[in-house]
């Protein structure tokens, strides 16, 4: 198939948008900008194009999708049993990088939530997606848009990366402003759940929510066997092809453990202040220790980039779970299926 490329900056250019909108109205697929990743939206309410998103990404069968709407008004077309706290974070927070999970209605096609009786549901915060689900006139089901378990996509050359060739569009509509995927919060709880921290941090949703717990998937492995209330939590996960090892500590220690243990072809994510300490490596800054939205804006483009060089081991520094932390620090963990050198303070 030939991918079709779109080159979308305003949701001025109504052409484009309806073609686009067009794409998805006919039960086509269509890599879509989000503030967060990339996306691969297929019609919500067409089983038989949202079947085709499993296929392109080869995606496990039992891992549902998003649902992604143009406004909070349209909880109650795909939702039931709305509670107050939904109202309340999406008059905060939307549009924006929060997904809900909120009781479905029987209009919401199984192939989305793979059965489930819950549904995730979002509203993205980019002005040439909107105007694209509104134009659409039907929810956009839409997983991030990279082959299953790697890096997603946060630019529209990641999209081409993984989908050339295999759907019917890509609309490039310039790179993610948040960089990671959205937070997820189970409101069908007793109490509301995070099932995987993202572009929203935490201490916002509690802001509004006063408690919310964290699933044990979003800090450490599942057992084997253990079933994570977010399917996708127990894929391996944002993965380049060399193995990762995360360093989490202080910067100055991490940066000379790092240093110690490297090899021969050798690759290492770190921050911005340390990127001169590891002479003849192949170094990605992800930004400064202190900033954790550039951290978040680059840290699946640095896994992405070690694929197709000769690095055979990849060592990264890791932020501490405060704001953007928590959801960067998850994001290499699982890139790392967990494995993690602690260093403490008593740590030479
Ligand atoms: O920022 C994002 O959320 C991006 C952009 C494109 O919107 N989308 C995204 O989708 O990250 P995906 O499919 O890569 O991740 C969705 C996660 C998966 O881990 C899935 O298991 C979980 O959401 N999920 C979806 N529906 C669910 C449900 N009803 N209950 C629990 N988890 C659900
Ligand atoms: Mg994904």
Redesign the pocket.
């Known amino acids: 198939m030939k991918t079709k490329y779109f080159h979308i900056t305003s949701p001025d250019q109504e052409e484009d948008i309806r073609a686009a909108a067009a794409i998805l109205r006919a039960g086509g697929l269509a890599g879509i900008p ?1 503030e ?2 990339y ?1 691969l939206g297929a019609n919500g309410l067409d089983g038989a194009a949202v079947g085709r998103i499993f296929q392109a990404k080869g995606r496990p069968q039992d ?4 649902l ?1 709407i143009p406004e909070a008004e349209w909880l109650r077309r795909y939702c039931k049993n709305i509670p107050p706290a939904a109202w309340r974070l999406a008059e905060r927070f939307w549009p924006g ?1 929060l ?1 809900m ?1 909120l009781q479905r209605k029987v209009n919401v096609p199984n192939a989305v ?1 793979c059965g ?1 009786d ?3 549901v ?1 509203c ?1 915060d980019h002005p040439v997606t909107l105007a694209i689900i509104r134009a659409a006139g039907v929810p956009v089901a ?3 848009g990279n082959l299953s378990g790697r890096p997603s996509p946060t630019c529209a050359r990641h999209m081409e990366e993984d989908m050339d060739g295999k759907i019917d569009a890509i609309v490039d509509g310039g790179p993610c402003g948040v960089g990671v ?2 937070t ?1 919060v ?1 409101l069908t709880a007793p109490v509301p759940r995070l ?2 921290p ?1 572009g929203l941090p935490l201490e916002d949703l509690r802001a509004v929510l006063g408690e919310v717990a964290v699933d044990r998937a979003v800090l450490s492995p599942l057992d084997p066997g253990e079933k994570p ?5 127990k894929y391996r996960h944002y993965a380049p092809r060399a193995p990762v090892t995360v360093v989490s500590g202080e910067g100055r220690r991490t940066a000379r453990y790092i240093r110690r243990n490297l090899g021969d072809h050798t690759g290492v994510i770190c921050f911005e202040e340390y990127r001169d300490q590891f002479p003849g490596c192949q170094v990605r800054s992800i930004g400064s220790a202190q900033d954790r939205g550039e951290q978040a804006r680059r840290v699946f483009d640095a896994l992405r980039s070690f694929d197709g060089t000769d690095v055979t081991a990849i060592f990264a520094q890791c932020p501490g779970d405060g704001g953007l932390g928590l959801a960067v620090a998850n994001r290499l963990k699982k890139a790392a299926g967990f494995q993690v050198v602690e260093l403490g303070e008593g740590t030479p």
């Open positions: 989000t967060t990743v996306g891992n549902p999708l998003i992604h990088p997904t999970i939530t489930l819950t549904v995730g979002r993205p839409a997983p991030s995927e959205s997820i189970d099932l995987r993202g209330r977010a399917p996708g939590m």
